[in-house]
């Protein structure tokens, strides 16, 4: 499978602990996108990147969140002293900016249980 | 700002019947919409979107700028057609391609 991938799968952690994602994108894709999607709702954005270059964070990516993409390859996304309201999938997805039509392809998420 | 609507969470049809999924939105630039489909199981992807005027699997969707909607319909629904469906919507003239998404709807098509 060639598609974005993203580990680990299931995550399951203790109020307070960091907790740290990992993001594979299509090869070449520039745009990497990480959404944020609780039970009942859509993918809500939370930050993007276009190679390295982090270029616009929701308000939603409070203090605890930050992300990164040093290589302009894979990205990670952190969430330092989880709440149970960080209980949620974690999609992301990428898109070759050079290519205007081209569709967001999501990975198959990770999905966060805060006890 | 820019808000996608979907105003049902739950649409049941039976095999054959038409379907319409309805969205609507809200943005004051020039919106692109989309249609993305969750099939169980699946990961989240694409079904259509407005400015290629085409049709997927059967489905179609005319983008309404007066009534600022862009519904999904299909004449006869089939089994294989059940499946959670987001409306999205990316502001084209920002360049920045985050799409914001409705909360989505799910289809049930009963035999």
């Known amino acids: 499978d060639t598609g974005v991938s993203q580990n680990p799968r299931h995550k399951i952690t203790k109020r307070g602990q960091n907790v740290t994602f990992r993001c594979d994108p299509i090869?070449?894709?520039?745009?990497l996108y990480w959404y944020r999607q609780t039970l009942g709702q859509g993918p809500e954005f939370l930050t993007y990147?276009?190679?390295?270059?982090?270029?616009?964070k929701s308000r939603l990516l409070s203090d605890r969140f930050s992300a990164e993409r040093p290589k302009g390859s894979f990205s990670t996304l952190e969430i330092q002293r989880t709440e149970q309201g960080d209980s949620a999938m974690y999609l992301c997805?990428?898109?070759?900016?050079?290519?205007?039509?081209?569709?967001?392809?999501f990975g198959n998420g990770t999905r966060l249980t805060v006890t | 700002a820019q808000r996608v609507t979907q105003p049902e969470k739950l649409l049941s049809v039976f095999k054959g019947a038409p379907v319409e999924l309805k969205c609507n939105y809200s943005?004051?630039?020039?919106?692109?919409l989309f249609w993305y489909v969750q099939y169980s199981r699946q990961r989240l992807q694409l079904l259509l979107r407005?400015?290629s005027r085409e049709s997927i699997k059967g489905f179609t969707a005319d983008l309404n700028k007066g009534e600022t909607s862009f519904h999904l319909k299909k004449p006869f629904a089939q089994e294989e057609d059940s499946a959670m469906y987001y409306c999205?919507?990316?502001?084209?003239?920002?360049?920045?391609?985050?799409?914001?998404f409705g909360s989505g709807t799910r289809l049930q098509v009963q035999p």
């Open positions: 997805a990428s898109t070759p900016v050079s290519s205007y039509n081209s569709p967001l392809h």
């Open positions: 090869s070449e894709h520039n745009r």
């Open positions: 990147f276009q190679n390295e270059a982090q270029l616009e």
């Open positions: 943005y004051s630039g020039s919106p692109e």
């Open positions: 407005h400015i």
């Open positions: 999205a919507l990316s502001p084209s003239d920002t360049g920045r391609r985050a799409l914001t």
